[in-house]
C-alpha cells in the first residue's frame, strides 16, 4: 500500500527558533498534501492544503507566515513552524493524496513538537 | 460547510462483543464519500472502512461494518467480535466528491476494549 513517510517523529527546540518537518510520498506520487494539527485527545485540525508546485491554501485562522509550506516535488512537502512559541507545541500530521479521487488520504506517523 | 459529529467521546466493551459507534454528518452535497479511521496509541492514522454515498449497500470489511442512512446523514461503525487491539480513537469522515481528499474529521470516539 501507499506509505508516506514523516520525519522527524520527535523534535524539541526552543522559543524563537525554526523548526522543519518533511512529509513524504514514498511510493505514489501525491499532487496534494495536506497538514493536520491535533491537540491532545482532540480531532485533526486542517491547516493547510498543499498543491505541488503551487502556494499552499491555508484554513481561516491558520497564519500562513508562521506555518510555512512548501511542496517543491510531487513526493516531498514541507512544513517549516518560524519563531517557535511553547503554543505551537502539538502534534502535526501530514498526509497525501495520488491522482485518484477515489484514492483515500495516506498518514503520515505524525510529528511531536515541544517548544521548551 | 461540511460537519461530522460523533457525540460518543468515550465507549468501553467488553471482548469478544459488539459495540457500535455512532456519526452524523451534515451535507448539502450529493457525491461524497465517508470513512472510518482508527488511530491507536501509537497515533498512526489507520483507513478502517470507507462508503460511497452512492452505493446503498454498506460496506463491510471483516470485523467492521457500516450502517450508512443517507437520507438520516448517519455513518455508525459496528465493530463486531471485539478485540483488545481495537481499542483506539476512531474518527468518522467526510470527503466531498467535488473537493476530493479534503476531510472533515469527527470529534473521536475514544474505544476501550476489556479484557
Known amino acids: 500500500g501507499a506509505v508516506v513517510s514523516q520525519h522527524p517523529s520527535r523534535v524539541i527546540c526552543k522559543s524563537g527558533t525554526s523548526v522543519k518537518i518533511e512529509c513524504r510520498s514514498l511510493d505514489f506520487q501525491a499532487t496534494t498534501m495536506f497538514w493536520y494539527r491535533q491537540f491532545p485527545k482532540q480531532s485533526l485540525m486542517l491547516m493547510a492544503t498543499s498543491n505541488e508546485g503551487s502556494k499552499a491554501t491555508y484554513e481561516q485562522g491558520v497564519e500562513k507566515d508562521k506555518f510555512l509550506i512548501n511542496h517543491a516535488s510531487l513526493t516531498l512537502s514541507t512544513l517549516t513552524v518560524t519563531s517557535a512559541h511553547p503554543e505551537d507545541s502539538s502534534f502535526y500530521i501530514c498526509?497525501?493524496?495520488?491522482?485518484?479521487?477515489?484514492?483515500?488520504?495516506?498518514f503520515g506517523n505524525g510529528t511531536r513538537l515541544t517548544v521548551t | 460547510a461540511q460537519t461530522v459529529t460523533q457525540s460518543q467521546p468515550e465507549m468501553s466493551v467488553q471482548e469478544a462483543e459488539t459495540v457500535t459507534l455512532s456519526c452524523t454528518y451534515d451535507?448539502?452535497?450529493?457525491?461524497?464519500?465517508l470513512f472510518w479511521y482508527k488511530q491507536p496509541p501509537s497515533r498512526q492514522m489507520i483507513l478502517v472502512i470507507r462508503?460511497?454515498?452512492?452505493?446503498?449497500q454498506n460496506a463491510t470489511e471483516n470485523r467492521f461494518s457500516v450502517n450508512f442512512q443517507k437520507a438520516a446523514k448517519s455513518f455508525s461503525l459496528k465493530i463486531s467480535d471485539s478485540q483488545l487491539g481495537d481499542t483506539a480513537m476512531y474518527f468518522c469522515a467526510f470527503m466531498s466528491g467535488y473537493n476530493f481528499n479534503k476531510f472533515y474529521f469527527g470529534s473521536g470516539t475514544k474505544l476501550n476494549v476489556k479484557p
Open positions: 498526509s497525501a493524496s495520488g491522482t485518484n479521487y477515489n484514492s483515500p488520504l495516506h
Open positions: 462508503q460511497e454515498a452512492y452505493k446503498q
Open positions: 451535507t448539502s452535497e450529493s457525491n461524497y464519500y
